[in-house]
């Protein structure tokens, strides 16, 4: 009896030339990663349910993949960040604090399945952890390594956009509206939207004053460089001390962040950005791209002042970034954008014109000896099919092996592209390849 | 309420350092696989029940995770021969056959936990595929990056074993003895623990006559050089047919192994070894580290006359090897000889010896745009605390930014293993820095 092969709905799978793509990508993004020291781990992807859900609720909580196996009930993680508090918690006296970790791995929602919409998807997350305390230089770190990664994936024109939490939370302490804040960090998110009349009128039906509404426009309305921004806020003159503490670390982070390399065409202050309203508690940031902002926030993350204290009393603070890989893929596929052109793994295929391999054989391993990546056509076809496979899988050269190459201890080197032919020794062929890997 | 964080029993949880080493491992098979132009493919861990389980039973369908999620019956993967499978069919009118293609990634069996025994695993595959026929050259390819692979890691002493399943069939047919063949198997695979007599008693158990045990026993006797095994075997006059075609499959698998440059050394003719019963038809490969016999086969698999006869009609036979990574690097580390000394991501961390840290940062920017990983201090710690930092991290050069650096526009790089120190320019360490990456 035969079983229908097939592919669950929400599930990414590639042909390889996209997962030749898709993996270059992770590269870029590892490298990146390393570069700026942060440390790799690898946790499982499954956990005990307990132990995931500790902190989650809600939405979290009916998206995830829960079942029992034997007398366990176990779930499949859906994010990184709850497997690194698990992790920092768990091996506490072995890891080096200030810790920082990168991981990229699957996590899994059962979310229900729409275009550009994953189940099992890719997160590519950096996270600095301290014992206590954390550095606000920890903060400008992450737009370094926003800005680093997002250079690497071939991208310019970016702006990471950065706020802070208690910027926007004092100013609804000092106005006296913590209550209304869900809301009207609701309507404000609609700004661009809506317009500022609307936004006032939305803010009316809250039954908030005019004067409080005033404010909050006047707030909004601020505009400018970063450094008129700033000098726009310390102008409100608020005595609230969360909103000046948020300011002062807004000050610090924007210097430190031109002191680690990031060029003000890539970075902004952005006073209404909040990622949420629960997890964050500073420094919050959130990266575009300019040409395609349809594809929403590429990079997002922010501070918290406590990574796990549903494990542990320690106190953990954390700051740290996510790239949610499989989307962005998906959106830069669908926009026609990815921008590694790098479609092939092997460099060049070496193909017998006769019978006998032995000669393709020993090439092909000689050239793979010198480091380049190599493929031998090794099954008894025309050689049309033998141009039709390196065609097809986007191998650049063909190396071809005939009578008259085997006499004379040649190869003749094909380019796939402009179709040009040189009869070479197998020392200069090599030496080409080389050159263009 | 507080959880306890934990992780499951069987699933491995590296330390940063332990977890550097992996991916090294990793990196380098990856690297291997791609060097013979194998692509790379990703498919979901969780699919379909049905479709992971057309073939199963038994074991496997006991150990796998199976599970609900709304309507459907879901179950994670226990290897990746079956999602390849899958995928074959799913995309056959997209893909180049024949397909190489490597797949690296998490295989999950509910097995009881046992000491170097995991319930989540890393399988590293590669498998060549073709449509309706694959010649035979493909099974001598398989050796060829394995001892790429092998060498790769960092071991030189090893020895891919090679057999032909046709020869075991084939001389249990010429001895009309198919029926107890897997019984016989089973005995002759114990020869090396309990020797050559207690192998005759267990076959006359059977029942087996005198002369056709002398027939096995002489085929297991016959010994010697690859070639002189293959004359020996020859020498037998075996008419039997399928005994005929493996022994040629072998000669030509041998011939051609030489060809892609695997010295002799590093392979030969085991004629004892099986790779279980059921799927393989023709090649089997097992590979051993002659020193550290006790870690087993660190790189199996074998030739399959039909890759998804349970999804379709399509003839598609293929030759494969496998590295279970994750019990391999465990052995590894047991043994203490895990080759991967790299243990740092930085080569560099850079400390500021008073509290302004801008110079610092600039000097960790310039030496990461220079392509050299760098991490720079961060905290307001001790300068103790500083260098404890880069010891634990086994980060090997320090770069001390004090008054006298900074006066001078340079840099003391301590090496952190010697204990020298050297005040250079920061061109100088960068070049330094970079001969040592």
Do not use: H, W
């Not at 500790?54 to 034997?70: D, V």
């Not at 009930?73 to 992790?87: I, M, S």
């Not at 929403?296 to 406590?306: E, M, P, T």
């Amino acid at each position: 009896m035969r079983v229908e092969p097939r592919t669950l709905p929400g599930f990414m799978e590639l042909l390889p030339n996209e997962q030749i793509q898709f993996n270059s990508m992770v590269d870029k993004i590892r490298k990146s990663y390393e570069r700026f020291g942060f440390l790799p781990i690898d946790t499982p992807i499954i956990e005990m349910a307990d132990v995931l859900l500790a902190k989650a609720g809600g939405e979290t909580e009916k998206q995830i993949y829960r079942f029992n196996k034997g007398e366990n009930d176990l779930a499949l993680r859906f994010d990184l960040t709850v497997p690194l508090a698990k992790y920092v918690c768990e091996y506490k006296n072995d890891i080096t604090f200030p810790f920082k970790r990168y991981q990229i791995g699957k996590v899994y929602r059962g979310e229900r399945p729409q275009k550009g919409r994953y189940r099992e998807f890719y997160q590519c997350d950096i996270d600095i952890i301290g014992d206590g305390e954390l550095s606000i230089i920890n903060d400008a770190e992450m737009p370094s390594v926003i800005y680093t990664t997002i250079k690497e994936l071939g991208f310019d024109d970016f702006t990471i956009r950065i706020n802070n939490r208690k910027i926007l939370n004092g100013l609804f302490e000092e106005l006296q509206l913590q209550k209304e804040s869900v809301e009207i960090m609701r309507i404000i998110d609609k700004l661009e939207k809506i317009g500022k009349d609307n936004v006032i009128e939305c803010l009316k039906d809250l039954k908030i004053e005019d004067s409080k509404i005033n404010k909050i426009i006047t707030f909004l309305e601020i505009d400018g460089t970063t450094d008129e921004k700033i000098v726009a806020l310390q102008n409100l003159n608020f005595s609230n001390e969360l909103f000046k503490q948020g300011l002062d670390e807004l000050t610090k982070v924007v210097e430190y962040v031109r002191l680690f390399g990031v060029p003000d065409t890539n970075f902004k202050v952005d006073l209404t950005i909040a990622r949420g309203l629960d997890y964050y508690t500073g420094t919050v940031y959130e990266t575009f791209l300019n040409d395609y902002r349809e594809v929403g926030s590429v990079c997002s993350g922010g501070r918290y002042d406590n990574l796990a204290e549903f494990y542990t009393d320690k106190k953990l603070p954390g700051v740290g970034v996510s790239i949610g890989l499989t989307r962005l893929f998906y959106k830069l596929n669908e926009l026609n954008i990815v921008k590694e052109k790098e479609k092939s793994i092997s460099r060049v295929l070496v193909v017998s014109m006769n019978e006998n391999p032995s000669i393709a054989l020993e090439v092909g391993t000689k050239i793979r000896q010198a480091g380049v990546n190599a493929d031998v056509y090794l099954e008894d076809k025309k050689i049309k099919s033998k141009f039709k496979y390196a065609d097809k899988l986007k191998i650049p050269y063909v190396a071809i092996i005939g009578e008259e190459e085997e006499k004379n201890g040649t190869v003749s080197l094909k380019n796939m592209q402009t179709g040009e032919q040189e009869e070479v020794s197998l020392e200069k062929a090599i030496e080409m390849l080389k050159s263009i890997s």
